[in-house]
């Protein structure tokens, strides 16, 4: 590998959840099958999944195994939940194995995250260390690699995760660079989270990465159609006098949210390739990066930093009073679930956490309504509240049905 100073640290999150089906009250009770209906296309989890694998998972795995073969200098990371993997493997299984020949290259690096992608680390510690823990080894069976850095689900980040990361061992963790954090300092380098002994700090540039992800398509964005010379020059100029930019967006952006036909999987083969014409320029993986370059300063976020929605904070999630009472409602649960050592039981509850769930409730307006509704399979928050908490009330008669045997054995 040639000695670069100036690198782009591209991160692509790969993720499916179990969608609650309609779930009514008349269940309850009588039908413990939450997560699919095959009558309702929005809740067919494997339809989805089929429908994703096709647009999105295969042709951009296809070419990313492409980019490796052509381009000794690019490299990328990937962090993929456990319930995708989950998922994958029962309906897709030619995507694992595509997937395991990718990291096998040794210039793919698998990153670190909850199993089922919830937001455990705000109500319980000890379930949040169990699903880390869980994704960790899912990983290193799979894949038969560790994994060294860490990001959390929907990229939430604060001072308090950034220590557990760092007694945890963990050599780096990803955030979101939002600017009221930042203020005069650039997304551009590498930082240590306050507070901290050993573990770096990597942010994402969120235009950058927002250009491809939200933007790209959109007729009326004053920059469409975004070319690939002018996306070079943009990301050439952002890192004139800085070594790193980190694109941290969703795998899905390829292919799902940004279809084949606006041209992205075209774009983003001749980026690379303008990318690396640059005798200086080169891609590293996010544990590259922070071990080629020194931290620059510290950061400090005492208050939780997201990826999602105009605040960037936890409002797409916790935001109302029905997301707030499903979330309480179902980590309250957890003692007593754990307590069966009912695997099924113990899994639907994991499902259950997936902060997708929450999300379907958001009942924000204008712009980041639309982001949340275009990714919602119900017809209104309100749906997907009523259908998630029969499920909660449905597992709370098999607790008690549990119990109750429990007590006549």
Known sequence: MRQAERGIVLYLHMHQPWRVRQYSVFDTATAHNYFSDSSHPGQDNKAIFDKVAHKSYRPMNALLEKLLETHDDFKISLSITGTFLDQAEAWAPDIIATLQKLVATGRVEIIAET???S????FDRDEFNCQ?????????????????????????????LARWADEKGFDGILAEGWDPILKWRSPNYVYRPTATTR????????????????????????????????????????INDSPLINLFMDYETFGEHQWAETGI????EKFVENWLSTPTNTFYTASEAIATHQPVGEISMPATVTW??????????????MQKEAMRHVYALGSDVLATHDPKL???????????????????????????????????????????????RDMRWRLDTHSSKESNA
């Open 115 to 117: 199993y089922h992608h």
């Open 308 to 321: 999602a929605d105009s605040e960037r904070d936890l409002t797409a999630w916790l935001g109302n009073d």
């Open 346 to 392: 113990i899994e639907d509850w994991r499902r259950l956490q997936t902060s997708d769930n929450p999300y379907y409730m958001c009942t924000k307006w204008f712009k980041d309504g639309d982001v949340h509704a275009y990714f919602s399979p119900y017809s209104s928050p309100y749906d997907a509240f009523i259908y998630y908490m029969n499920a909660v």
């Open 119 to 122: 937001l455990a680390f705000f």
């Open 199 to 238: 573990i770096k700090l990597l942010l994402k540039n969120y235009r950058l990465s927002d250009d491809l992800a939200f933007r790209f398509s959109n007729q009326a964005w004053s920059e469409w159609p975004l070319t690939h010379d002018r996306y070079t020059q943009w990301t050439n100029d952002a």
């Open 132 to 160: 880390v823990e869980m994704h960790q080894a899912r990983i290193q069976k799979l894949f038969g690699v560790e994994t060294k850095v860490f990001r959390n689900t929907e990229l939430s980040y604060n001072d308090e």
């Open 265 to 268: 999987f075209d774009f983003f």
